[in-house]
């Protein structure tokens, strides 16, 4: 039942990715899907159920949302700082403790701090990921959590946990 569920996120994926039937490029998806489910089935599905789930659905397409409205405004403010004759930049590392349970979770978490322009995130340990941020507000643990990881961490909690 896992790798089934997995194969079909991945098919269906692939179909919206490429928009089009074409029976080549399905074949191809068939293929990948196959390939990625036989390699990842055990490490990623735990309990298929849940990834049907349309609460969990809703939280992850509100999340997408959420994300891109975040992608865009970083994107501005890296703009502005790319373009201000000052290069408003002062980078560095910093922790920031997430409380996401499932491993999954805390990929997506970490792929989505990765994907928002200024942010990359460099490590995860544990409860920890280590980011790597362009411009450094704070060091504290706490306040960097509620500015870095908090718009994403609570919608992703109530889609992986």
């Avoid at 939280?59 to 408003?88: D, E, M, Q, T």
């Avoid at 910093?94 to 490590?123: C, H, Q, W």
């Amino acid at each position: 039942m896992n790798k089934l569920s997995l194969f079909v996120i991945a098919l269906l994926t692939w179909l919206s990715l490429t928009w089009t039937l074409n029976y080549q490029d399905v074949l191809a998806g068939i293929a990948i899907s196959l390939s990625i489910t036989f390699l990842l089935g055990d490490i990623y599905v735990i309990n298929p159920r849940k990834i049907f789930s349309p609460k969990r659905m809703f939280w992850f397409l509100y999340s997408l949302l959420v994300f891109s409205v975040y992608c865009i405004k970083a994107n501005f403010i890296i703009a502005y700082r790319v373009l201000h004759p000052g290069l408003l930049i002062s980078p560095g590392i910093v922790k920031v403790k997430t409380e996401m349970m499932s491993p999954l979770g805390r990929a997506f978490l970490a792929n989505y701090i990765t994907l928002t322009p200024g942010t990359l995130t460099v490590d995860i340990e544990g409860e920890y990921l280590y980011i790597h941020w362009i411009y450094v507000m704070t060091e504290d643990v706490e306040r960097a959590t509620g500015i870095i990881a908090g718009r994403f961490e609570s919608i992703l909690k109530r889609v992986f946990e």
